[in-house]
């Protein structure tokens, strides 16, 4: 069938362009992207790891209970028992990088939203496209601009986790109830104040909320990272699809479930705390 409408062909037009006359930017994205996830998997991995599984267990136990901690402790046991514990310690960091970028990005787009509603309307779509694109279709763009490796995985995974942090800071800043508002106004309160002393405080149990949900997201990439040599569980679990090895793809499957189960729950215990 012959295409009407080529829209294809432009968006390549514009990554082509991007990559040729912005090579100095990429690079120095790349650079950096690569110290930050390599100089911190070297702290993850270089930390003995009884003593990463007392601290998660400890964070755990403080945050969520006796019970979270008693899995986290568990689960980390089993991980390293099943020989993925430096694997599991690269895609911490991926995910730690990756989360922490989304973030910085994320939160100030939400609070824009949710002062701006024309920004809003402009915004609201591309959350929209980044949610509903499938995730493999981000590996090209990543690719394009940063060869194969850690850092085209983790920008990935950023594109991907984003939304529910900008979706879930704007709810957080629109449910501030607004007499509450008024009335730090009515007081001499100037607009940056009301926002860092009056709207982020009341909002911070939904911007959390919006953390977890961002940490799940790119959990859930680090099997479509692998694809791109971005390391870790990831390509663990392509190389037991490849090789059709059940044993190899069910346990770096489940290493990647119990590091997920282990961040929600700390970080949904952040979300609960009274």
């Known amino acids: 069938m012959n295409k009407v409408i080529d829209i294809g062909q432009y968006i390549a037009i514009a990554v082509n362009w991007l990559t040729d006359n912005l090579k100095p930017f990429f690079d120095l994205i790349k650079n950096t992207g690569n110290t930050s996830i390599l100089g911190l998997e070297w702290l993850l991995i270089a930390t003995p790891f009884f003593v990463m599984i007392a ?18 402790f568990l689960g980390l046991t089993l991980i ?11 895609t911490l960091a991926l995910v730690l990088v990756a989360t922490v970028t989304a973030l910085l ?7 824009w939203a949710a002062k701006n509603k024309f920004a809003a309307k402009i915004i609201r779509p ?34 991907f986790a984003m939304p529910p942090a900008v979706r879930l800071t704007t709810l ?7 007499d509450i508002v008024e009335a ?7 607009n940056r104040q009301i926002l860092f002393k009056v709207e982020l405080p009341l909002a911070t149990k939904t911007i959390l909320a919006g953390i977890n949900q961002t940490i799940l997201l790119s959990l859930s990439m680090v099997v479509i990272a692998g694809m791109i ?14 090789n059709l090895d059940i044993g190899l793809g069910f346990e770096s499957g489940l290493s990647v479930v119990i590091l997920a189960i282990i961040l929600d729950r700390i970080t949904q215990g952040f979300v609960n705390k009274k």
């Open 55 to 72: 601290l998660f267990t400890a964070l755990a136990w403080w945050k969520s209970g006796k019970g979270v901690a008693l899995t986290t």
């Open 80 to 90: 390293y028992l099943m020989g993925f514990w430096t694997e599991t310690m690269e």
């Open 105 to 111: 990005i994320s939160v100030p787009l939400g609070i």
């Open 126 to 159: 591309l959350l929209d496209l980044m949610q509903t694109m499938p995730a493999f279709v981000y590996l090209i763009p990543a690719v394009l601009f940063f060869s194969i490796g850690k850092v085209p995985g983790a920008f990935a995974t950023i594109i």
């Open 172 to 178: 957080g800043i629109d449910g501030v109830p607004k």
């Open 184 to 190: 730090a106004r009515s007081f001499g309160a100037t």
């Open 229 to 242: 040599a971005a390391g870790g569980l990831g390509e663990r679990v392509l190389e037991g699809i490849n």
